[in-house]
């Protein structure tokens, strides 16, 4: 009865997405803290105990030392960004001729480090929703949702989401392991001692994770019809043809009369070839995830956000993008903000899932 009272991971995901793309409509530091402290909140009162939930602190500090490259570059490279507040005045290194619109040094301002915090928190929020996806959504339910037609895609792809939790979970098992025996396990010396032991555990993950695929058939299909294999491959193929064109009629002003019928007809094409590609699937699921009223709020939260902050940024750009030429604080807009506050909904609606 466990997988009946647990969220589809489908739905952790659409939600995180959500939010990561509402993160890539603003430079607003304080909508984007906003966003971060949200995914954090709903983290901190639905994962469990499972090593992939322990990932998320992994991609904080990830997002973090992104935070920190990018203005490290600033600094160092300097910005086409002008300013007139300079902050510090580095030594300039002369470079050869053919190095000629590259800089080391000079004038460090006000201005070229805002806008470089910016750029660089954009990413890192970004970085951080993926993070809050990949610690909340249970990758092997994940993998069994997935469509016949895509399952060995799916595979592949939920093989390399799940690289990152698996290594976080040796390297602190590891750590763990060297502090109870009374060893080093930070600085030089700690890390190297614990980095053989991590790549060992991933090969011997990677062989297993080989033997296991084999003995389920992964890359075995079923014999069907060549009539069907083609038409297969050109409702998939147009089907994401047409959506690829009808999105693009969407963005641009000329294209408003056939975008909207021209991509839903692409998704019905696409999702039809899908089915028809199932047909090749030999496997079987055993209690498959359902995709109820939860699995809704949750997706749409997300989606919410994102829709909400695409409105805003068309509506209100300034807010959203503070200028930094000239320089000014940025304030938090208020429909904005609260349209942010409604990714928290998971934390309420969400299950726990048991651990």
Same mark, same amino acid.
């Given at each position: 009865m466990a997988s009946r009272s647990v969220l589809?991971?489908?739905?952790?995901?659409?939600w995180s997405l959500g939010l990561g793309t509402a993160a890539t409509r603003t430079t607003n530091p304080l909508l984007l803290a906003l966003l971060i402290a949200?995914?954090?909140?709903?983290?901190?009162?639905?994962?469990?105990?499972?090593?992939?939930?322990?990932?998320?602190?992994?991609?904080?500090?990830l997002a973090l030392a992104v935070l920190v490259i990018r203005l490290f570059f600033a600094v160092a490279l300097g910005s086409p960004i002008p300013g007139t507040h300079v902050i510090v005045t580095l030594p300039e290194l002369p470079l050869p001729h053919?190095? !000629?619109?590259?800089?080391?040094?000079?004038?460090?301002?006000?201005?070229?480090?805002?806008?470089a915090f910016y750029d660089g928190l954009k990413l890192a929020t970004l970085l951080i929703c993926v993070g809050a996806a990949n610690a909340l959504a249970n990758p092997?339910?994940?993998?069994?949702?997935?469509?016949?037609?895509?399952?060995e895609t799916g595979v592949a792809v939920v093989v390399a989401l799940t690289f990152a939790p698996h290594l976080i979970a040796d390297v602190q098992?590891?750590?763990?392991?060297?502090?109870?025996?009374?060893?080093?396990?930070s600085g030089l010396r700690g890390l190297l001692q614990v980095g053989?032991?991590?790549?060992?555990?991933?090969?011997?993950r990677s062989v297993a994770l080989a033997a296991a695929m084999d003995a389920r058939g992964y890359g075995r299909s079923a014999e069907v019809a060549t009539g069907v294999r083609?038409?297969?491959?050109?409702?998939?193929?147009?089907g994401l043809l047409g959506v690829c064109a009808g999105t693009y009629g969407l963005l641009t002003a000329e294209g408003g009369t056939y975008g909207l019928p021209l991509l839903l007809a692409g998704v019905a094409a696409a999702l039809a070839g899908l089915r028809l590609g199932g047909r090749r699937s030999l496997r079987t699921r055993y209690r498959p995830d359902r995709w109820d009223l939860r699995a809704w709020l949750v997706a749409g939260s997300g989606a919410a956000v994102a829709a909400l902050l695409t409105?805003?940024?068309?509506?209100?750009? !300034?807010?959203?993008?503070?200028?930094?030429?000239?320089?000014?604080?940025?304030?938090?807009?208020?429909?904005?903000?609260?349209?942010?506050?409604?990714?928290?909904?998971?934390?309420?609606?969400?299950?726990?899932?048991?651990?």
């Open positions: 589809h991971p489908g739905a952790w995901w659409l949200t995914s954090a909140y709903v983290v901190a009162t639905c994962r469990t105990r499972a090593p992939w939930s322990r990932s998320y602190s992994a991609f904080l500090k053919w190095a !000629q619109g590259i800089r080391l040094g000079g004038k460090v301002t006000a201005e070229s480090l805002t806008f092997s339910r994940l993998l069994k949702s997935l469509p016949g037609a895509l399952y098992r590891l750590r763990a392991a060297r502090r109870l025996r009374g060893r080093p396990d053989l032991p991590v790549l060992e555990g991933a090969l011997e083609r038409t297969t491959a050109a409702l998939t193929l147009g409105l805003a940024a068309a509506d209100e750009p !300034q807010a959203l993008h503070p200028g930094v030429v000239p320089l000014v604080a940025p304030t938090l807009p208020l429909w904005p903000a609260a349209a942010v506050l409604l990714g928290l909904l998971p934390s309420f609606v969400a299950p726990k899932e048991p651990s």
